[in-house]
DNA sequence: GTCTATACGTCGATAGAC
DNA sequence: GTCTATCGACGTATAGAC
């Protein structure tokens, strides 16, 4: 660094014509988020390797490092990443609504996500209630933000009720039977599986 | 998956699982699971060294495998122990029980078990839903035993319901509940988080 | 039965070619 | 930006002393 190199942004690689605007960057990003949350979900994030995702990802190991400088910051990034979305989805899901219909609607939504991502979800179930881990705090924080969304149709709904901990109830209750479904019943239609929570979760109707 | 594979369950090494204990080697078990517990739910499987749970229970790494024969050994009957213990406690909870108070009085025995337990919890919230590990069997076929706990006494108080999912839904709220206030919120008071539960998966009444 | 010492393999991370 | 090759650190499991 002290000699002179060209320490401007490096030029981008030659451009194929007719390719629209197509960073090679997302998709390697991409890719490589996509395979290991697939991986991590099933073996753990000790028990995947760096070389497991870069295989699975169909990129170098190298190039994870390039992207995201560590494997801790990788993990990072999937959770973050993982719980924005979810967290838009269930937000998006109660938009107009309240009372019974809200909680309604964040279940089934909830219920919608973890079919749509199963592997999300185990990783999440796995890695929320430990505390001796790097990315502690980043878990944290976005925990919260999901939390918040069950949490403000709960004090609406119910006014009498503890808000975090009954959003956390209809949340176990949602995720653990979404679980159980995808895991051990996946032949069952997801009919049932919503039927079987709000009939648990919400008050005679 | 690790280094060395020992040729699957060979007559060589000298602790057989169900012989004869002596008592020097109780204890000597008893302080390894223990350590093994609350090492592996903080930090999982993978990212706890036989070394770090030997240092914990105050033995040597060599009394590790002499007693339990190789790590994965020793995370089996960790789980295995435990589970157990847990199932006896909620069989035990509903004794002459049924309707209402008997699904009243599960959901309060798990939440005494979080507590006393919460290592254990993690724990197992951690791991059930993996696919991809080596004691996947052992883990599926306690959990089962623990879940029809809940599930015939769904059966018999709603019979409307679906046993196994209600059953799936009450348990996740109850533990994720649990869970959400050690973490999280610890200083609450025990019967908060049992209000909040109760209120949740239990019609007015 | 429990300890210490060590062999053998794997993993995260880096360097440098292209 | 992505690749291959490689290094140092650490982890499981075993051998043999006590």
Do not use: C
């Not at 990783?123 to 939390?147: C, K, N, P, Y």
């Not at 709960?154 to 503890?162: G, K, L, Q």
Request: glycine share 6%.
């Amino acid at each position: 660094m002290t000699t002179h190199e060209t320490p401007d942004p490096a030029p981008a690689p030659p451009p194929v014509p007719g390719a629209p605007e197509s960073p090679p960057r997302r998709a390697t990003r991409g890719s490589i988020v996509d395979a290991a949350v697939a991986l991590i979900a099933d073996r753990g994030f000790s028990a995947t390797s760096v070389d497991d995702i870069a295989a699975a990802a169909g990129v170098a190991k190298g190039s994870i490092y390039y992207n995201f400088g560590s494997k801790t910051a990788l993990f990072e990034a999937v959770i973050v990443e993982g719980v924005e979305r979810l967290t838009a989805a269930l937000r998006a899901s109660v938009v107009g609504l309240d009372g019974p219909a809200a909680i309604e609607a964040l279940v089934t939504e909830l219920l919608v996500q973890v079919q749509a991502h199963p592997d999300f979800a185990k990783l999440v179930v796995a890695e929320v209630f430990r505390t001796g881990r790097d990315w502690q705090h980043s878990i944290r924080q976005v925990r919260e933000e999901s939390m918040a969304v069950f949490a403000d149709v709960v004090r609406a709904t119910w006014p009498d009720r503890d808000p975090s901990l009954t959003a956390a109830a209809i949340f176990g209750a949602t995720l653990v039977a979404g679980l159980e479904w995808l895991a051990f019943q996946p032949q069952r239609p997801a009919a049932d599986v919503r039927a079987a929570v709000l009939a648990t979760v919400l008050p005679r109707g």
